[in-house]
């Protein structure tokens, strides 16, 4: 949170890009600390480096589905202002395909399978079967 608030230099986008990698599950206020940290470059007219747009897409991917809507929004509008030819494109998809705060993951691969086995499995441990030898 403390890195989140200070002023921006790379160096600063670098330690917050690890952190992020580490993929802490980090309190809600932290996540907002750092989303408001990314917004501050909304009206910034410098070029952000590699690193800052490494280390937003780190946060997009890492916790993505704990942002609300109305952040991801901003999160988009944000990166009409700050491109990266290789990186932004990447964010988006991170940002469109991923639920919102409280909501539940509509991907399919994430639900429970339809047939779920309850009961145990029985198996007799003395019941041994015969393994041909290479004599035979």
């Known amino acids: 949170m403390k890195l989140a608030d200070l002023e921006y230099c790379g160096t600063t986008s670098y330690f917050i890009k690890l952190f992020l990698d580490k993929k802490y599950s980090l309190p809600y206020r932290v996540l907002d600390a750092v989303f408001a940290h990314f917004m501050r470059f909304l009206d910034d007219e410098r ?18 589905n704990e942002l ?15 491109k990266h ?8 998809r991170e940002l469109r395909s991923s639920a919102n705060r409280g909501e539940k993951p509509t991907d399919m691969s994430i639900c429970s399978p339809v ?6 499995i029985e198996e ?8 041909p030898m290479e004599e035979d």
Do not use: G
């Open 115 to 120: 047939s779920v086995i309850t009961k145990p």
């Open 85 to 92: 030819y290789l990186v932004t494109p990447e964010i988006r």
């Open 68 to 82: 609300e809507k109305k952040d991801k929004e901003q999160l988009l509008r944000l990166l009409d202002n700050q």
């Open 124 to 131: 007799d441990r003395w019941n041994v079967p015969e393994v």
């Open 47 to 64: 070029s952000m480096p590699v690193i800052w747009h490494q280390s937003l897409l780190a946060f997009v991917e890492r916790y993505k």
